[in-house]
């Protein structure tokens, strides 16, 4: 039988003979878990998408089934979606998910028995709860249910199942299940569940026998460093040690992006499908450049979020480098939302999760802008293959001029319209020969970008580096220019010797006209040159 070479996964649960994986059951605490199933509790486990649950879930499963005290059920039931508000259907495709995983683990003839003489005794509305009761009194073991994906069903049906196995909860173990699991992206206590009437009730109060919410985490650097360096036992591959802050900068542990990047500049990178090949910062740099630009279903389904109001409300600020106080005057149900979606995190402020999500966001939001705007790379770019800086932003100055009012009123995120137009500009002209890194958050006051334009083909070649401070007028215009000074120079501390600087300064005051919004000057601070940039 031939062995097939491992690789990370990017789709689906992890199947641990051909996948590099970190071991789902070190993901969360097995002795809590454990515990509160066996005091016969009903809980919560939630995640944003494609960190993992489903494989930590069938870990946990098979683990508990080989102990031989329970019976362990996984049931996805996320096809309910396709029935909405439909109730009969939904609740008879809980039942025969149920009944078909099951199967698997008992054979199939006591569950499809038991599955045939519920449904023709018992309503749907009674469905659900009576096949649970008659199975676990014809089970010789204590049944422990996870139902995975609830939060795909909506209104009367969601609330029917919740319902459903609320109602014998009094019955478990004998009666019903010992212990059930519901897993899904959001804690059900903020589910705000619209039913076929308009009324709105909450999850809290259709599943009020919850116990605990469990939240699963991202990977730790500590686990990214082995699961790649599984990759490196298994093919003699090498990671050069300095793409490792770089992959946790890009990824924070999200466990989706954690492994795209791995299997993209390990195998979708073809001239590293040769082993020999050391893997360098610059091919990650290229790895997360591939992925952003692919767009792939992750970043689609999180990205096609930002045109909802909820979400909206939350990054807008951000974006717009707004004060950190603004996150006391946002709706918590959005924050929540958006935090549970895993496109923000909340420490020492509210900011945007990871590295890839700050560079696919203002791309995806400008991305008819950057189609729109004629400017040609080849404008900018001198004989060394540099950039030429000054020239791009005296041309964008008029571009701005002439256009700033027509296409900000295009952005859904017209707050930090000036922002999001120049970084459409500067990504019409660098893409594709160089990369930006950007940095933004509540707090900061202003959004640094770090143009990074490699001056050779290949990897290795001296780099060009350009760092652009922006920030929006607000009070005095020279206290404005001295404070963005001094955190551009800060910015110029930690970038390679030789770094441009340039401070951008965008005047929003209506009662300003062009001639003394657009101009630029030269400043020398702390030693350094610096251009600034009115706008």
Excluded at 155 to 160: K, P
Excluded at 280 to 307: G, T
Excluded at 418 to 447: C, H, K, M, W
């Amino acid at each position: 039988m031939t062995t097939v070479p491992k690789f990370f996964n990017t789709a689906g649960p992890i199947q641990p003979d051909i996948h590099y994986n970190v071991d789902p059951l070190t993901r969360f605490d097995l002795d809590e878990i454990e515990s509160l199933i066996d005091q016969q509790k009903y809980f919560v486990l939630h995640a944003p998408r494609q960190t993992g649950k489903t494989s930590c879930l069938l870990a946990l499963r098979d683990y508990l089934n080989a102990q031989g005290r329970y019976y362990a059920v996984y049931a996805n039931v996320e096809a309910g979606q396709a029935f909405l508000n439909n109730v009969e259907e939904v609740v008879r495709g809980v039942v025969s998910t149920i009944t078909s995983r099951l199967s698997l683990i008992i054979g199939k003839e006591l569950p499809e028995r038991i599955w045939r003489e519920t449904d023709r005794i018992l309503p749907y509305s009674r469905l659900l709860s009576g096949y649970l009761k008659r199975l676990c009194q014809a089970l010789d073991r204590p049944l422990v249910l996870f139902i995975d994906e609830i939060d795909a069903l909506v209104g009367d049906s969601l609330v029917s199942v919740l319902y459903q196995i609320r109602s014998d909860y009094d019955a478990r173990p004998a009666d019903f299940p010992q212990s059930i699991i519901l897993c899904g992206v959001r804690d059900v206590r903020d589910y705000r569940i619209v039913l076929s009437n308009q009324d709105i009730i909450t999850g809290g109060s259709a599943f009020n026998i919850k116990t605990e919410s469990l939240r699963l985490g991202n990977f730790s650097k500590e686990e990214i460093y082995a699961l790649y360096m599984q990759h490196t036992e298994a093919t003699g591959q090498v990671f050069d040690e300095a793409c490792f802050p770089l992959i946790w900068e890009a990824t924070e542990g999200q466990l989706w992006l954690v492994n795209a990047l791995g299997y993209e500049v390990t195998y979708e990178m073809k001239e590293n499908r040769d082993r020999s090949v050391r893997i360098i910062p610059e091919m990650i740099y290229k790895a997360q450049e591939n992925i952003i630009y692919r767009r792939d279903m992750h970043i689609y389904r999180l990205i096609d979020k930002l045109s909802k109001e909820c979400v909206r409300n939350v990054i807008g600020p951000i974006l717009a480098d707004e004060g950190v106080e603004v996150v006391g005057r946002m709706n918590e149900d959005d924050v929540l939302y958006v935090l549970e979606l895993g496109l923000v995190v909340l420490d020492k402020s509210l900011r945007i999760a990871n590295g890839i999500y700050k560079e696919s966001i203002p791309r995806w939001l400008t991305w008819t802008t950057q189609n729109g705007i004629v400017q040609e790379p080849a404008w900018y770019i001198n004989p060394d293959h540099s950039l030429n800086m000054p020239k791009l932003l005296l041309d964008f100055q008029q571009f701005f001029r002439q256009n700033a009012d027509a296409w900000i009123e295009r952005f859904d995120y017209k707050e930090s319209g000036p922002q999001l137009l120049l970084q459409a500009f500067l990504q019409r002209v660098v893409n594709g020969s160089g990369y930006i890194d950007r940095e933004y958050g509540l707090g900061r006051g202003r959004t640094d970008l770090l143009i990074r334009k490699p001056l050779t083909d290949g990897y290795g070649g001296p780099i060009q580096y350009i760092v652009l401070e922006l920030k929006i007028k607000r009070g005095d215009q020279e206290t404005t220019i001295r404070r963005g000074l001094e955190q551009t120079s800060e910015y110029l501390d930690h970038c390679p010797a030789g770094t441009e600087g340039h401070f951008i300064l965008f005047n929003r005051d209506k009662g300003a006209n062009w001639d003394d919004k657009i101009w630029h000057r030269t400043e020398e601070y702390q030693g350094r040159t610096i251009m600034v940039w009115g706008m």
